[in-house]
C-alpha cells in the first residue's frame, strides 16, 4: 500500500493517512499504540506520526528503532493512549510501501459507550411513552 498522491494516484512517495474508527462502524476511535511495517528504506528515512482527536501531534518515530517485522520490513512503534490519526511518509523522498498496520485496542474517541440496538430501541420507546402520556394529560 502507497500513499494517493496529488493526481489521485497510488504512489510510493506519498503519505499514508489514516484516521481510526471503531471496527464495523464510521465512529470516530481512539488506540493506544500503533505499530507500521513499512518499506525497505534506510534507517531513519521512514517516519510515523501519531495525533490526538484535536488534531494534535503526540509523538514522531522514525524507521530503524524498532527492529524488522514478520515480512522482513522495518517496524515502526509508538505506544501512548489517544491516538485518533497516524500518516506514515518519508521525509527523505524515499520510496516505500506500507506491508501491516497493527492497531491497540480501539475505544469510541468520545469515550463513551455505545449503545446496543435494542437499548436505544427501548429508550425511543420509552420516551416515546412519556410524550404520548403528557399529551393525553394535556387534553
Excluded at 97 to 104: A, C, K, M, Y
Amino acid at each position: 500500500m502507497g500513499g494517493i498522491n496529488e493526481s489521485g494516484i497510488v504512489d510510493l512517495l506519498a503519505p499514508v493517512n489514516a484516521a481510526i474508527v471503531v471496527p464495523g462502524t464510521m465512529i470516530p476511535g481512539t488506540t493506544d499504540y500503533v505499530v507500521v511495517e513499512a518499506g525497505y528504506a534506510d534507517p531513519g528515512n521512514l517516519q510515523l506520526n501519531v495525533y490526538d482527536i484535536g488534531g494534535n501531534l503526540l509523538a514522531t518515530r522514525l524507521n530503524g528503532l524498532d527492529g524488522i517485522g514478520p515480512h522482513g520490513r522495518t517496524l515502526i512503534i509508538l505506544n501512548l493512549p489517544g491516538i485518533r490519526y497516524f500518516s506514515v511518509w518519508t521525509p527523505q523522498a524515499d520510496g516505500f510501501g506500507v506491508d501491516q498496520i497493527e492497531l491497540g485496542q480501539i475505544t469510541p474517541a468520545g469515550g463513551g459507550v455505545i449503545p446496543e440496538p435494542g437499548s436505544a430501541l427501548l429508550a425511543g420507546a420509552g420516551l416515546l411513552a412519556l410524550v404520548l402520556r403528557a399529551s393525553k394529560r394535556r387534553s
